[in-house]
């Protein structure tokens, strides 16, 4: 394995346990965590029933995206639903002003964007194990 492909394999590790542990954390409360989320953006013109639903979706495609960006299956879908996900929750923030939110969430947007861009060095992967 060349440097740059163990260290993309590296750059995969820290975002991909992040996501995976956001969705891992908030599995087995779904219920708390999405009336949470409604209660949070109750000021704004987001309907209620529609935040509900995000907040039991949300947890699954996390753990899904730390899953698939973690053991390097569908990297690329795994990446682009993340910064998918990225999108909606700066947008959410943004509508409660949540600034400091913003932030972290572009941090994540942009350290996604950077795997993107790197994705040909994503060599210590089980995708591309299977292609061997």
């Known amino acids: 394995m060349?440097?740059?492909?163990?260290?993309?394999f590296?750059?995969?590790l820290p975002i991909?346990?992040?996501?995976?542990g956001h969705g891992l954390a908030r599995l087995p409360?779904?219920?708390?965590?999405?009336?949470?989320?409604?209660g949070l953006l109750s000021k704004t013109f987001l309907p209620a029933s529609l935040v509900h639903a995000f907040g039991f979706i949300l947890p699954v495609l996390e753990l899904i995206v730390g899953i698939f960006i973690l053991i390097g299956l569908f990297t690329r879908a795994?990446?682009?639903?993340?910064?998918?996900?990225?999108?909606?929750l700066i947008f959410g923030s943004s509508l409660i002003e949540s600034w400091e939110s913003v932030f972290i969430q572009m941090i994540y947007g942009a350290y996604l964007a950077v795997l993107h861009r790197y994705l040909p060095y994503n060599r210590a992967s089980f995708d591309h194990a299977m292609r061997l």
């Open 78 to 88: 795994g990446i682009l639903l993340g910064f998918i996900l990225i999108l909606i």
């Open 16 to 20: 991909g346990l992040s996501f995976f």
């Open 2 to 8: 060349k440097n740059e492909e163990f260290s993309y």
């Open 29 to 38: 409360k779904l219920e708390a965590f999405s009336q949470w989320m409604v």
């Open 10 to 12: 590296l750059a995969r």
